[in-house]
């Protein structure tokens, strides 16, 4: 069965009535104009398709496991490097990049179970998602998880070009379990991943990936 998330349910329902408006101002002006009626009528019906299919929430319930990351997002990895992580833990860090297109899931799922430690949202620009700029300059949410097996590790939700809304639902203090959702960001983004230096990474650059299924990184205990 097909689910929908709850973050699109003013924007489902506001596609459908501009649908149905769509469909029946053109049976009652273009009637006389068979050929440019259906085509007026498939167009707005594609419209309520492609908000259907942004908003689906794929049920992918899985067992957590302690020793695993699993992506938090579906996308495309575009980034692997070690870099400098300047807000929270002020030292270098392996960042992990995931590119949302908007033909994607946009549920952002936990990464793993643990402790919220940090988790601040910060306004900003709308770069395109893959501006070496958009970590730090576009609007974003930065939440920091700890667990016993890998310690901290960072993600960081970025808007994009056309994103012009990320909800996070990460709250300092709070006990979360891998898999659950965290939140949604609206219309193509990306998610980073800053992990300590040396975590065995599964997955290589431009490897496609999907949340709660693919395994980004492990460690053995």
Known sequence: MLHFHKEGAKSILLAALVTVAIVIAAE???????????GVQILALLLLVIVLQFFRN???SIQAQEHTLVAPVDGKVVVIEEVMEN???????????IFMSPINVHVTRYAMSGKINFSKYHPGKFLVAWH????EENERTTIVIENGVFGEILYRQIAGALAKRIVNYAKEGEVVVQGDDA??????SR?????PIGTKLNVKLNDKVKG??????????
């Open 212 to 221: 709660n299924q693919s395994i980004i990184a492990e460690k053995l205990v």
């Open 132 to 135: 070496p700029k958009a970590s």
């Open 183 to 188: 939140g949604f960001i609206k219309f193509g």
């Open 191 to 195: 998610v980073d991943l800053f992990l």
């Open 58 to 60: 794929p049920n992918r």
């Open 87 to 97: 807000e929270y833990f002020k030292d270098k860090r392996l960042q992990v990049s």
């Open 28 to 38: 009652q002006f273009l009637k006389e104009e068979y050929w440019i009626l259906k």
